[in-house]
């Protein structure tokens, strides 16, 4: 009997070896049914060795840790004294079993019964006992339907002074059963975000802010430069603090001379006047005149300009004889003209300067004409009061031709003087 035992142990540990960690679990109405074989031990005055047991029980599943169980245990018997007498044996019960940790592949329970004990000895006369048990046991779950199993119980009549251990192990089989139901899928509420900007939707001031546009806590675009216009429109991101700008983020140039208003020293400068880096119009010739206005725009440094920037310059449609440097009376009034234009500069000094046409040497008509100068000069001094420190007489002879000298009419034209502001005018 003890060799069967420990074959049935064997078998159990090599299943349990072979198949590793089980993958199931006790289920809930669930039917069960369990071979069994093991050893049934005898005490007490029954006078019979330890035999043999084979046990076949059906179980239900109450609940996972509720069940009870039908289990019918054949033990094959003899006496122990005088001739061996075979004895079979019947134990018939109905155990109820708590299952503890039913949610695991190692499930241990508790199990108490009762049931009735049959002996029958041949030859003899059988006789029945009513029995209770009690016990433990451990189901190994190799997959949902199938268990390795083990039971000892104390098995004792209450009528009788007999207390027997039967010690079983095998396999358990489960059919049906009521699965788990699935855990509710967790489900994480995440705050609403609809611009997808990274501030959810109760904590966002500007809800509607385009993809991919940087924003600040409150959800809403920044503007670096804190000119109004958040950074994605701004095209001037560096304004300066306080700096007007346009609906693009840049400052404004109301004049639009390319200079913006904060820095522009001249802000109504007329539209395309060239400017300088202050925004005012430039004067490229430095003669007081800007460009944009000047008619003279290489006016040589130091003359003096009208307001449309050419040099300041009269000429005196006077008639001189050939070889002469007179001043004729009837020039009187041209004359005026000329004191009328040097009175209209005060604070400048005037050059009186003499030509004459090509006829005769260059050395003489250099020295015609500056005694032509000098005559209008001492004639303006004279008749009309002009300080002798304002004039200045020069003669540049035949150098300044105004008018071709092949012709009468071209000399003519050449014979004369001119009133100029400030003119450097070579000796």
Request: glycine share 10%; with cysteine; charged share 25%.
């Amino acid at each position: 009997m003890k060799k069967w035992f420990w074959m049935t142990l064997a078998t159990s540990a090599l299943l349990l070896v072979v198949t590793g960690t089980a993958l199931a679990e006790n289920k809930a109405k669930a039917l069960t049914l369990s071979p069994m074989v093991g050893g049934y031990m005898f005490e007490g005055n029954q006078n019979l060795d330890d035999s043999l047991t084979y046990g076949l029980g059906l179980g239900y599943n109450l609940t996972k840790n509720w069940g009870m169980e039908l289990m019918v245990n054949y033990i094959d018997a003899e006496t122990d004294e005088g001739p061996a007498i075979d004895v079979d044996g019947y134990l018939s019960r109905l155990d109820g079993l708590y299952h503890f940790r039913p949610d695991s592949s190692l499930v241990p329970y508790l199990a108490a019964g009762m049931g009735v004990i049959t002996l029958d000895p041949s030859p003899g006369e059988g006789e029945d006992d009513f029995a209770l048990n009690y016990g433990a046991g451990l189901k190994w779950f190799l997959s949902e339907a199938i268990a390795l199993r083990g039971d000892v119980r104390h098995v004792f009549a209450p009528e009788e002074p007999n207390s027997n251990l039967i010690y079983t192990a095998g396999l358990l089989f489960q059919f049906g059963g009521k699965k788990d139901a699935a855990p509710a899928p967790v489900v994480v509420l995440v705050p609403k975000d609809s611009d997808g900007d990274g501030v959810i939707d109760a904590n966002d001031r500007c809800p509607n802010t385009p993809p991919n546009v940087i924003v600040d806590a409150l959800g809403c675009p920044k503007d670096s430069d804190g000119d109004g216009v958040v950074d994605y429109l701004d095209k001037c991101p560096n304004t300066p603090a306080n700096v007007r700008v346009n609906a693009q983020g840049c400052p404004e140039d109301t004049d639009q001379d390319g200079v913006p208003d904060y820095l522009d020293q001249c802000p109504d400068t007329p539209k395309g006047a060239p400017v300088d880096a202050k925004g005012c119009p430039k004067d490229s010739d430095g003669d007081g005149v800007f460009d944009y206005l000047d008619k003279c725009p290489n006016t040589a440094k130091g003359l003096a300009v009208d307001e449309k920037g050419c040099e300041l310059t009269f000429t005196l449609q006077i008639e001189f004889d050939v070889n002469q440097a007179t001043v004729r009376p009837e020039y009187h009034s041209k004359l005026a003209e000329a004191v009328d234009f040097i009175n209209q500069y005060p604070s400048q000094q005037f050059l009186v300067v003499g030509h004459t046409d090509s006829t005769g040497a260059a050395d003489y008509n250099k020295q015609l004409s500056q005694r032509r100068a000098e005559s209008v000069r001492q004639y303006l001094i004279d008749n009309f009061g002009l300080s002798a420190d304002k004039l200045t007489a020069r003669g540049l002879g035949e150098e300044q031709p105004v008018a071709d000298n092949a012709t009468a009419e071209g000399r003519q034209q050449n014979r004369r003087v001119d009133i100029t502001c400030c003119a450097v005018v070579p000796e």
